[in-house]
């Protein structure tokens, strides 16, 4: 995997001014994976689309996590069905 494909959690959360508590949470609750690269964990740029939905869904409209799960649940199941 290319370094520029891959983005600083750190940075993530300065330019969303998150606590990066809140991204290690959603890690830890498994809606985000981490790439560690000499101990910097890093985002895939292919999953931001769906991490700043996860935000949304938390900070805008006062989700919790366990909602946050199900919702995405609900969605891949429904994606499938479509195809």
């Known amino acids: 995997m290319e370094?520029?494909?891959l983005i600083p959690v750190a940075d993530f959360c300065d330019h969303h001014h998150i606590a990066f508590s809140f991204v290690r949470s959603l890690?830890?609750?498994g809606l985000?994976?981490?790439t560690t690269v000499k101990e910097v964990q890093y985002l895939r740029a292919e999953d931001l689309t769906e991490l700043e939905k996860i935000l949304h869904l938390y900070y805008e409209l006062d989700i919790n996590l366990e909602g946050i799960d199900a919702i995405r649940h609900i969605l891949q199941r429904m994606?499938?069905?479509q195809e």
């Open 32 to 34: 985000v994976e981490f």
């Open 3 to 5: 370094n520029r494909q």
């Open 79 to 81: 994606n499938k069905l």
């Open 27 to 29: 890690h830890d609750y």
